[in-house]
Structure formats: C-alpha cells, structure tokens
C-alpha cells in the first residue's frame, strides 16, 4: 500500500487530514458560538492528534485514495460519507473508554462527520467541474458531438465521453415531449430531429450519434435526411451492455448500414418445421456460389442435412463457399456445373440423389442481358428445364425456384426468361410428383451486380454516383431475410401458386443514393449523377400480376399469387423451338418467339425507345 504512496497521493492525504482537523475544530467553534473563543475550543491538543490518526486509518480502509478526483463521482462520494460516519463512531467509541465522552459535547460529534464529508467532498467536485469545463472549452481538436435521444444511452455515453476525453457533447435532441426543456448532466435536451443541419451549423458539429435504444429505421432516416445536405457524419451507440469497450473512442462508433435504412422487422419463422424437413436429406443447390444460392447454403449447413451439394459454374465462387463450409459437420460436396448441361446434370443427380433442389443459378443483370438474349434464355429458360427436368426423372421431392418481381410485366429480357422459368414450373406441377415451388421477391441488398455495391464503389471513389431516374423504385430486403423465407418455402402450402415475399414499401433509388452518400459525411463533395434509363428498366416493378389473386399464408411475409391460367403442353414446344433458335444464334426469331410465349413482354417498344434516346444523344 504504502509503495504507491506518489507525492500526488501524499499531498491528498495531507488534504484530506488538514481538512480532519479543520471539521473537528469548526465544530466546537459552532458548538460555542464561534466568538469571543471559549476556553473549551484549542487549536491543538492530544484529542485532535487522536482524531487525525484514527481517521486517518479509516481512510486507507476505505481505499480512498485509489481513486482520481478527475473523475470523482457519485460512488466516491458515498466511500466518503461511510470514511466519516465510521470514522466518527471509532473516535466516539474511543474517547468514550478513555474519559466516558468528558469534555466533548454531544453535538460535536454529529456535526463533525457533516463538515467532514462537506470539507472533502467539495473539494473532489469542484475540481472535477473545473476540469470539466476547461476540457471542454480548450479541447478544440476533439469531434463536436450532437446526440440524437435522451436516456440511458446518451447518460453512459456522456459519461463516457468526459472521462476518456474522446468528444464534446454539445446537445441533446429528442422530440419526446418529456424531455423538453430539461438537462442530462449538465447538456440541454431541445426538440427538432428535423431540424439537426440548423443544430450542426450552429454548434459546428462534426458527428451526429444516435443514443435511442433500438432506433427504428424510421428515426435513422430522419436523421440522415436532415444531414443530407450537410458534411456531418452519423454513428449508432450500441447498447448498454456494451458502451464501456466501444464509446473509448467515437471512432469506434458503428456506423449506419443500408441495412439499418432498410429497418425491415425481424419475424418470427417455423424453423422447426423447416429442420424437421431437410434434416437427414440429400440437398442441391444450383448457382451455389452467388449471393442468394450461397447465404442458402450457409443456412442450409445449420439444419442437419445428409449432405449439401453446391454446383456453379463459377470456379472461384465455388471454392469460396466450399472453402467456408467444409470446416463444419454438414458433408459439402462442391461441383463445378452448367445448369444447360444436360449429361453432365443428369449423371450429378444420379450420383447424389437429391430430396429437395434449390435452384438459384440465373443470370439476373437487366441491362447486360438485353445485348445477351440467346445466352440469357439458354441459362434462365433451358437452365431450368433442365434441373425441373432432372427433379422429375429422379422423384426429388420438392425443387424450389428462385424467381423475381422483374418477371411481373417483363419490359427486359431477364425478366421475360424468368417468368418463362415460373411458367415452365408452374406447368411441371401437374405433371409430376415433385412438387415445384416458385418464390418471386424483389431485390436483396448487397448481391453482386446490384445497385449498393455499386454506389458503395462510387461513394469510396469520390463520386459522382450514378442514377437513372429520380423517380425510380425497387422493393429491397436483405439476403439474410430472403434466404430465410426462400426456405420457409419448404414447409408452405402454395397450391401450385407462386410465393411472393412481402418486401414492404419500394425505396427511390435516388433517395438510397443521397442517404448513402450522407452516411460518409461527404454530401457537399459527392454529386448525384442522372443517366436515363437503360435497355430493359422499369421505373416501378411489380411483385404480382393484376389478375393474381394474393393471399396470405400460414408464414408471415409470404404470401400466394394464385394464377387462373395454367400453361399447356404447347409450352414445352414452345421452348423447345426458343431452344433451337438460341443455340444457333437467331436472335429475332428468338425475341419474336418469347414476346409469343410472354404476351406481356414489352421488349421491342423498349428497345425502340433506347434507339431513339440513343439517336437524340447522338445528335
């Protein structure tokens, strides 16, 4: 104990002690009414020397001297209030087997323990509120730090912030009505999460924190638009449990994902009814390397299945996934495939005898496609006849397609190929045993080829970042969700109707691109570039025809699109002959042939239109 006694400590023991003896000798001049002096009050004498030594003792029980007045707190005060009022009943108990209390008023002994904890503890304080506020005036190379919501958060945060000396906390904003006009440690709580850029600009505010336990994403996209316009970033606090290793430094704040924009509210699914199914079983999953067959294999792995076979046609993607999964109890057996190859598909699934089949492999880029018809329709249509084929001839139990919303009035070519794929599975259930299920939903955040990527890469670039049109709109969902309804699928009764994924409200694109360029802090730097609409968009997308009859299931977020007009055996015909023409490269025969089989498909009056937008551009 006595080793770490620095001359630092020293001097505060001597405080603390100079500050007994002062308690002890103020209380007799009160008790004697201070003047003229009584001959009852002296200065010093073998009773003080007593006090200032078993005081002084009761101290270093205390351990009150480990602590820094730094970052004196509620808790050293109360280690102070216990030193006094122990201290005092050991002097009490002391001069009372001594002399019976002689000479030593009662009130002497009530008042000292009161102007002790007072002599030492506004000393502490003061010091602390000094330091406090020269910190905060003199530290300008600190981040200015608006918090947005009051509450055990911003109070751990702000507390945290003063001792590690990593922000300056300049307000507090909520719109919650019981907090206006108050003050949390000190910091003034005001209404106007709308209004935050004004706030910014008035305090010169580097960092907006959102301090709101479990913000909802309609918060955070208030915040983010209010600083779209601003050069401020944002960061999310997390939650209590966790702000003493992650609020040392605002740097290690966690940022705002597009996920958290998103905010889609977390379900809860019949995952054992989906374990019951695929445990034990044989499971293949087509185009096993991308982002939507990949995150299904990685949920796949979790559920017991006999065996997972992931084929691709990528061979990087496919080592990258069989090298993630292999490490784990779930066998994996990785193979590199064509899905149009079909020897090569049926010797696959002779050898692994599939029970259930996800079949994930497409091409899906809107724009690329329109200038790779006969590839596209070879991969997306014969693709898929071929694996809906192979099911059949091998009794696979069920066989799960991965559809889309662009197959919903197709103006593209992937979205025509598509909704030949759910037609030519829809077709197929009444003719087998296996039972085809289709899911359509819309875009998933992150895939490769999609628009976050993209802005992610432009936004780290400096910009500008590139949009179509302001008034474009896509539905969104995470890829952890769709894989999790994808394989609620399995359990769902479809009653050979397709299953669309309720995706909630469509996102403008044009809002998702300024909300991640507020996210960095860079909106002043970083523009919004317009480009027009390309080959094959829409403006809007469509999760189900207008003549499908929507229902709800028995699974939250998946709903049935029941369809009245069920394809005939001229189908097969039909893209037998689109078959032909595709090999062989006769691409309007090929066009005229889909627009034939898709009667909604509008990609001759698009192609028009991008000729003529191409010509005025030219001109």
């Known amino acids: 104990m006595f080793k770490q006694l620095t001359p630092l400590r020293l001097a505060v023991i001597g405080h603390d002690l100079f500050m007994v003896w002062l308690a002890w000798v103020v209380s007799f001049l009160i008790r004697y009414s201070i003047w003229p002096l009584s001959p009852a009050v002296t200065w010093w004498s073998y009773e003080i020397a007593m006090v200032l030594v078993v005081q002084g003792l009761v101290c270093f029980y205390f351990d009150m001297y480990r602590g820094l007045w730094r970052f004196a707190s509620i808790p050293d005060l109360i280690n102070l209030m216990k030193s006094a009022v122990v201290g005092t009943l050991c002097i009490a108990a002391i001069f009372f087997l001594l002399?019976?209390?002689?000479?030593?008023?009662?009130?002497?002994?009530?008042?000292?323990?009161?102007?002790?904890?007072l002599f030492w503890g506004v000393p502490r304080i003061g010091y602390r509120l000094w330091k406090d506020k020269y910190f905060n005036l003199s530290q300008d190379s600190i981040p200015r730090v608006i918090l947005v919501g009051a509450g055990n958060i911003a109070d751990l945060f702000i507390r945290n912030a003063v001792t590690n000396r990593s922000c300056h906390v300049m307000t507090i904003v909520d719109d919650d009505n019981k907090y206006h006009g108050t003050q949390l440690r000190g910091i003034k709580i005001q209404r106007g999460v709308s209004q935050l850029t004004d706030l910014v600009t008035k305090y010169g505010v580097d960092l907006v924190v959102i301090t709101k336990q479990n913000p909802d994403a309609a918060l955070i996209r208030t915040v983010v638009d209010a600083l779209a316009e601003s050069n401020c970033q944002i960061r999310i606090a997390p939650d209590p449990d966790d702000y003493d290793s992650h609020l040392a430094n605002v740097n290690d704040l966690q940022p705002i994902t597009v996920e958290d924009l998103l905010g889609r509210e977390k379900v809860e699914l019949e995952w054992q009814q989906v374990a019951d199914f695929v445990r034990n079983k044989s499971v293949l999953v087509t185009g096993g390397g991308g982002s939507i067959g990949a995150e299904l294999c990685r949920q796949l792995a979790r559920f017991g299945v006999s065996q997972l076979t992931i084929v691709d046609h990528s061979e990087f993607n496919l080592y990258a996934i069989d090298n993630e999964l292999?490490?784990?109890?779930?066998?994996?057996?990785a193979r590199l495939g064509d899905v149009t190859n079909q020897a090569q598909l049926y010797y696959l699934f002779k050898q692994v005898k599939p029970d259930v089949v996800f079949h994930a492999a497409a091409y899906k880029h809107v724009p690329?496609?329109?200038?790779?018809?006969?590839?596209?329709?070879?991969?997306n249509v014969i693709g898929t006849q071929t694996v809906v084929d192979c099911c059949h001839q091998f009794q696979v139990a069920k066989m799960v397609l991965i559809s889309t919303d662009k197959a919903v009035n197709p103006h593209s070519v992937m979205g025509a190929t598509k909704?030949?794929?759910?037609?030519?599975c829809q077709?197929?259930?009444?003719?087998?045993?296996?039972?085809?299920v289709t899911v359509r939903f819309g875009n998933v955040l992150g895939s490769a080829g999609s628009v976050v990527p993209l802005f992610k890469k432009q936004i780290e670039q400096g910009g500008p970042v590139t949009v179509t049109d302001g008034r474009m709109e896509r539905y969104f969902m995470t890829i952890e969700e769709a894989c999790q309804l994808i394989l609620q699928a399995l359990v769902v009764d479809h009653d050979d109707g397709i299953l669309v994924l309720d995706m909630g409200q469509p996102i403008k694109i044009e809002s998702l691109a300024k909300r991640m360029i507020a996210l960095t802090g860079k909106s002043r730097e970083i523009k919004i570039e317009y480009t027009g609409l390309r080959r094959g968009e829409k403006l809007f997308e469509e999760l189900h025809y207008a003549n499908e009859e929507l229902t709800a299931t028995a699974v939250d977020k998946i709903n049935l699109a029941k369809h009245n007009n069920v394809p005939t055996g001229r189908l097969i015909e039909h893209i037998n002959h689109g078959r032909s023409a595709?090999?062989?490269?006769?691409?309007?025969?090929?066009?005229?042939?889909?627009?034939?089989?898709?009667?909604?498909?509008?990609?001759?009056?698009?192609?028009?239109?991008?000729k003529e937008q191409t010509s005025k551009k030219n001109n």
């Open 99 to 117: 002399n019976r209390l002689s000479g030593m008023p009662r009130s002497v002994i009530v008042m000292y323990p009161i102007l002790l904890v």
């Open 326 to 333: 292999n490490s784990g109890p779930t066998l994996i057996n």
């Open 368 to 379: 690329l496609l329109e200038s790779h018809l006969c590839e596209a329709y070879l991969n």
């Open 419 to 424: 909704r030949l794929a759910e037609k030519y």
């Open 427 to 436: 077709y197929m259930n009444t003719q087998s045993n296996t039972d085809y």
């Open 582 to 610: 595709a090999v062989n490269y006769r691409h309007r025969e090929l066009k005229q042939l889909l627009q034939k089989m898709i009667r909604d498909f509008k990609g001759n009056q698009l192609n028009v239109i991008s």
